[in-house]
């Protein structure tokens, strides 16, 4: 029968326990964090397999179950889950205490893929089975066309579970045979921290299923006949609905948070109406009251439906009128002949950069009548305009152009500001940050050369693009200007196409510059702070007198001290333009960067210079009305006005960002850094 296991600390192991927790739980909820996941692995998947089997079925189905409190599993049913763990769950350092009550599950199954497949024994980095059970880190999915890339993003499993367990079942397609490659296998890991446990410490990582003779982790099969009663009786709890003969992988998620299946629709299309829209995806939903959903292109109009019911919600915000927007824009857009999609010309030489003589007479003509055109309602018509741009590899002399389309449309009222919305292989790529276009809405579809590219400058949540991110920066030249391209194309075709002022684009210069705070002050940045500069170094005394230092007095023969080491990060401040709050991001300096830990003290500038903090003023703690968004960093908040951050040498892709601060709230960020190695002990200031 399998249970679980857990392996015990070495006199060698160093204790470093998972640092997933903020990242999961602050950047996005549980469920966008599941579907989101979910289902890019699914189309992942499904493209896989389409290249090695041109003839496949190329729709990717997905089948989600949310059991509710109507649905749970009863606790005697669940106790045969905990054999071995019970323990574990209960240790102090956890944080989970003893498992109790009912049992909600979440339950995701994706069809038209090969499932978990490769040799259950052998550490194979080649193989799904390997790179999703035994590892992180690593991916298989590395080809042109994929999703992912990271191979941390299924923490998001164990991470929406308030027992940090999941549980994979699969029927796999594998073209070899043997008893290391059974077609039905079952296991179960949770994620927890280092911990004591009947007097042992015991690693992070359990493992439910078997282990042989070896002390080796093995799954749970359909061949041996006592696990295959318990892949049984786990399909039959957790209303599992895989046959036999359909292969994929069914993830199935224990005492799962509350979910509102309302956020789960609404997490669904927006995160992958493209692909819904295209044919790409289908999506069957069900929940334990018995309600049944599906989202794929045959059922766009009952999409449409839900959409404009949220819509016109009273209280509905503008992020719920454009999602309804751009569904209706994608659903046109998607029956326009490819011979009427309009094509730029590409911009002179390899730097990416918009100029005009991209836009001649005829195309300009042409993206005009398209969006005079009338369409449905006060909306008109969409354009797609197809968009070339070179890629443009380090040491690779050939530079050939590929393109992306860019769908534009009159907005339904000019005081709807809608912000482009940016879709990679189907994918929503959130928090871009690109400008809204006065009057238009706007989307931007990548896909091919230009999305591979592309997925190289995001960070695991996959809702940014950063220069400096992952391998980017080091495969690509003008890694800043690509992304800066493809983020302004809405608003640089609107300029030229429907004669709008191109307006002060702030969210560009944020990339180059931060603002000061002598700069926010009104202060002369050659001007003493502490009193009215003019410049010279003066500061204004009693009377109208004019003080001047006396030179500090050196000893010639004293040796001069080493030049500080420069900072191994970058602090940028920025205005959202979607909340027009003030918000700052720190991430890495491609040059200098090492392991280190970052501290930030928050606090409101006084007149006199000297910084101060209220209780009343803002907290970063959780429930406080600032947000703070960590991806590869490990934060804490040891005070409501300051965060702690620890970024380890191999995270260069870390990405922090604090947002939702008042525009008109002068903020001073005492910011500084300090070994890595000095995570848990008393701060003292360095850098």
């Not at 999506?283 to 999409?303: F, P």
């Not at 009427?340 to 002179?348: K, T, V």
Request: glycine share 8%.
């Amino acid at each position: 029968m399998a249970k679980w296991f857990f392996s015990e600390k070495g006199v060698n192991d160093k204790e470093r326990d998972p640092g997933w927790d903020e990242y999961f739980s602050s950047n996005r909820s549980t469920v966008e964090s599941l579907v989101r996941e979910s289902i890019q692995n699914s189309l992942d998947a499904t493209a896989q397999k389409c290249r090695r089997d041109p003839l496949a079925d190329k729709q990717s189905v997905v089948r989600i179950f949310y059991s509710g409190d109507k649905a749970a599993l009863a606790p005697a049913a669940y106790a045969e889950y905990l054999d071995g763990a019970a323990s574990h769950y209960a240790a102090e350092e956890c944080g989970i205490g003893a498992v109790q009550g009912k049992c909600p599950f979440f339950v995701i199954e994706d069809f038209n893929t090969e499932g978990l497949v490769g040799d259950i024994l052998a550490d194979n980095e080649s193989e799904p089975y390997f790179k999703f059970l035994k590892c992180e880190n690593k991916s298989t999915k590395n080809e042109p066309g994929s999703i992912g890339k990271w191979g941390i993003g299924k923490v998001a499993f164990p991470m929406a579970s308030r027992i940090r367990t999941f549980f994979a079942y699969s029927i796999r397609i594998d073209d070899k045979s043997g008893p290391t490659r059974p077609r039905e296998v079952l296991a179960g890991e949770c994620l927890l921290r280092y911990h004591t446990a009947g007097g042992c410490r015991y690693t992070p990582d359990g493992w439910w299923g078997c282990q042989n003779k070896d002390g080796k982790n093995t799954p749970a099969t359909g061949t041996d006949p006592t696990t295959a009663a318990d892949i049984a009786r786990f399909k039959q709890h957790f209303r599992v609905t895989r046959k036999e003969d359909e292969p994929g992988l069914s993830v199935v998620v224990p005492y799962v948070d509350i979910i509102d299946l309302s956020e789960l629709q609404r997490s669904i299309v927006e995160n992958f109406m493209v692909a819904l829209v295209n044919g790409s995806l289908r999506v069957e939903l069900r929940d334990g009251n018995g309600t049944e959903i599906i989202y794929d292109k045959s059922h766009a109009t009952d999409i449409l439906a839900f959409l404009e019911k949220l819509a016109a919600a009273a209280d509905a915000d503008d992020d719920s009128k454009r999602i309804a927007e751009m569904f209706k824009m994608v659903l046109e857009a998607e029956t326009i002949p490819e011979s009427d999609i309009r094509e730029l010309a590409c911009y002179s030489g390899v730097k990416p950069v918009w100029q005009d003589e991209q836009f001649s007479e005829e195309t300009v003509k042409a993206i005009q009548d398209d969006l005079a055109r009338a369409g449905e309602g006060a909306l008109g018509a969409p354009t797609v305009i197809k968009v070339p741009i070179r890629i443009n590899k380090k040491h690779v002399r050939e530079t050939p152009e590929a393109y992306f389309n860019v769908v534009l449309r009159r907005c339904s009222s000019p005081t709807l500001q809608v912000r482009p919305r940016f879709y990679r292989h189907g994918l929503f790529i959130s928090h871009v940050g690109a400008n809204k276009v006065p009057g238009f809405t706007a989307m931007v579809l990548l896909d091919g050369t230009v999305a591979d590219m592309l997925n190289e400058a995001e960070p695991p949540s996959h809702t940014q693009w950063f220069p400096n991110t992952g391998n980017f920066s080091k495969t690509y030249n003008y890694p800043n200007d690509i992304i800066e391209y493809v983020k302004r194309a809405p608003r640089q075709i609107v300029k030229r196409a429907d004669s709008v002022q191109d307006q002060d684009d702030f969210e560009t210069l944020k990339d180059f510059f931060s603002i000061s705070r002598d700069a926010r002050l009104g202060v002369n940045p050659g001007a003493d702070s502490g009193g009215q500069g003019d410049g010279d170094g003066k500061k204004r005394g009693g009377k109208g007198k004019v003080r001047r230092k006396k030179p500090r007095k050196t000893d010639p023969n004293r040796p001069k001290p080493e030049p500080p080491k420069p900072k191994p990060y970058i602090l940028e401040r920025y205005v959202d333009a979607d909340t027009n709050t003030a918000c700052f991001r720190v991430i890495a300096d491609p040059v200098n960067f090492r392991a280190f830990m970052f501290t930030a003290a928050l606090m409101r500038p006084g007149i006199s210079g000297k910084s101060a903090f209220d209780k009343n003023d803002f907290s970063l703690q959780r429930g406080g009305t600032i947000k703070v968004y960590a991806d590869g960093a490990e934060t804490r908040f040891p005070q409501p006005n300051v965060i702690e951050a620890k970024i380890d040498a191999d995270r260069k892709d870390f990405v922090i960002e604090v947002k939702g601060f008042d525009r008109n709230f002068d903020l001073d960020i005492d910011d500084h850094y300090r070994d890595s190695s000095k995570w848990n002990l008393p701060e003292v200031t360095n850098g």
